[in-house]
Each structure stands twice: as structure tokens, then as C-alpha cells.
């Protein structure tokens, strides 16, 4: 099963804002809402940051939104800090029952 | 304090097995989905299984469906991954998460590493 759609790297510069994409399929995103999104630092464990496309868990800074349109998902980052550095995953529920990620992408804070 | 942490990893050679451990503490264990997911070297992040909080349901990556086998014990609040026929491309971290209602894992463990090499 292929992966999810994402560019490999974005950056920005402190304080700015940066949108990740994420593209799927008619069997993911087309389907279903359930898209969730990671940050994982560099060897750490991956965390939860939005769900159900723009849902955050508590805890999480309102600087981190999410949306959906059509087959495509997105990652906005507003006020860019420097540890917002880290690699970022979408992830999706299939009509497959199965669960799929993208491939990920490096946010590099210049 | 919701936590899963994840013990079993270890060097195999090709054709072996292992069994993965997972314990759960926190929250109550046999109310949700499960799941294991791996990151082989400098890669992203893989989906291997997910199993129901009674067992009932259980599904599959294609990578891994007649080799790896998902189970849970809630009386041990324990999730399990046993992977067979290990291979190299099997070499990863192995993540043990919990799944919420519309399917994020939002509660992370460190990870226990598999190495796969004669």
C-alpha cells in the first residue's frame, strides 16, 4: 500500500508560518475524516498533535492547525519557534480497515 | 499517568522470531484499540496492526499479514506483537500505541529496537 503524499522538507524562518500537505485517496481522505497528524524529534517517539483533521489534544499550542480539502490535508505552523524543528506525518483510517502514513517531512527552522 | 511501554526487542537472525511486549498503565486497557507500528533506520514511520480492546477485531499491514500475530492480555493490561520469518527490512523501532475514537495513537511508547542480521 502506498504511502501518503508529503513534500520531504519545508522550512521557515522564527515567526513565521509554514503549511505542510498531505495527499491521499478517495480511500482515505475522500472517505473519511480521521486524519491525524505527528511531530518526532529527532530520535524520539512520534506525538499526537491533531486529529479528526483539526482537532488538537490538550496540551498542544494553538500555533498547530489542521485542515482537509478533497483528497488533501494540511499542517499549518503559525509563529515558527525553533523547536518546532522536526520531522512531521500524516496519517489516515483506509476503507481497507488498515492504516496508512505519509512519508513524512523535515521542518528545518532557518 | 496514560503510558505504554515496550520491551522484547533484540538482534535475531533472518528466519527467526521474536515476541514484542507492551505494557499499558494509566487508563483502562481493555477499553481501547491498540496498535504497533515500526520506523526502520532513518525512515519514516510504518502501520503493522491494530486489535480491538476485546481481541475481537484484528487487521494488517500487508508487510507483515501471515508472518506477525497481534494479541492482548487485559488482564495483564499487555498488548503483544510476535513476528515470525524475521527479514532484514524487519530491522526497526517497534512502537506500542494506543488508538483513540477516530483513529489517532495518542499515547506513544519509546520503542524497543529489532535488528534482523546473521
Known amino acids: 500500500q502506498s504511502a501518503l503524499t508529503q513534500p520531504a522538507s519545508v522550512s521557515g524562518s522564527p515567526g513565521q508560518s509554514i503549511t505542510i500537505s498531505c495527499t491521499g485517496t478517495s480511500s482515505d481522505f475522500g472517505t473519511y475524516n480521521y486524519v491525524s497528524w505527528y511531530q518526532q524529534h529527532l530520535g524520539k517517539a512520534p506525538k499526537l498533535m491533531i486529529y479528526s483533521v483539526g482537532t488538537r489534544p490538550s496540551g498542544v499550542s494553538n500555533r498547530f492547525s489542521g485542515s482537509k480539502s478533497g483528497n488533501t490535508a494540511s499542517l499549518t505552523i503559525s509563529g515558527l519557534q525553533a523547536e518546532d524543528e522536526a520531522d512531521y506525518y500524516c496519517s489516515s483510517y483506509r476503507t481497507s480497515d488498515t492504516l496508512i502514513f505519509g512519508g513524512g517531512t523535515r521542518l528545518t527552522v532557518l | 499517568q496514560v503510558q505504554v511501554v515496550e520491551s522484547g526487542g533484540g538482534l535475531v537472525k533472518p528466519g527467526g522470531s521474536l515476541r514484542l511486549s507492551c505494557a499499558a498503565s494509566?487508563?483502562?486497557?481493555?477499553?481501547?484499540?491498540m496498535s504497533w507500528i515500526r520506523q526502520a533506520p532513518g525512515k519514516g514511520l510504518e502501520w503493522l496492526s491494530y486489535i480491538s480492546g476485546s481481541g475481537t477485531t484484528i487487521n494488517y499491514a500487508v508487510s507483515v499479514e501471515g508472518r506477525f500475530s497481534i494479541s492482548r492480555d487485559n488482564a495483564k493490561n499487555s498488548l503483544y506483537l510476535q513476528m515470525n520469518s524475521l527479514r532484514a527490512e524487519d530491522t526497526a523501532v517497534y512502537y506500542c500505541a494506543r488508538v483513540g475514537d477516530t483513529w489517532p495513537f495518542d499515547c506513544w511508547g519509546q520503542g524497543t529496537l529489532v535488528a534482523v542480521s546473521s
Open positions: 494509566g487508563f483502562t486497557f481493555s477499553d481501547y484499540y
